[in-house]
């Protein structure tokens, strides 16, 4: 019986000292609101830049330019000025330091069948399509993917 007592004893004072323990850890009401408005400030910054950087209208106009430009090169421009039986090293190496000559915005919208009316006047809406350039700068081994770009934007976004 003394056994019995002094275990029940033993698990009291554990069971008060716990219960000390988790009162002392338990938020008090203003912890918690504070920590639900760092919690949804760090939320409402992070969906905000999620959603610049797709709703950018001039990361997108930019991103639109790019693409019109490589399938410009690779499928309209390389396949038809460049084909034949010539050594493309030949022809090409000449124009590695000074690049081709420019290719405005209208040239790439009109050459793109695939490009949708949309599409079109939007990068329209932000970039002067007579003044906003692709310069296209052939590299080794001057195949048609063997290439680099530089961008002359006239633009307001």
């Known amino acids: 019986m003394y056994m019995a007592n002094a275990k029940n004893k033993h698990s009291r004072k554990i069971h008060k ?7 002392s850890r338990a938020k008090s009401p203003t912890q918690k ?3 639900i408005v760092i919690i949804s400030a760090i939320i409402t910054v992070f969906i905000s830049l999620i959603c610049s950087l797709f709703l950018n209208p001039e990361h ?16 309209y421009f390389y396949p038809n000025v460049f084909s034949g039986n010539k050594d493309m090293s030949e022809v090409l190496n000449r124009y590695t330091d000074t690049g081709l000559a420019k290719v405005s915005l209208r040239q790439l919208i009109l ?8 599409d079109a006047s939007q990068l329209q809406k932000y970039c002067d399509e007579n003044t906003t350039f692709v310069q296209f700068f ?7 993917t063997s290439y680099h770009t530089e961008f002359t934007y006239s633009c307001s976004f």
Do not use: M, V
């Open 17 to 23: 000292s716990r219960n000390r323990f988790l009162s």
């Open 33 to 35: 609101i504070i920590l």
């Open 60 to 75: 997108n106009t930019k991103s639109k330019i790019s693409q019109l430009a490589t399938e410009y090169y690779e499928d």
């Open 111 to 118: 050459s793109n069948s695939n490009l949708s009316e949309q």
């Open 138 to 144: 052939p590299t080794e081994p001057y195949d048609k």
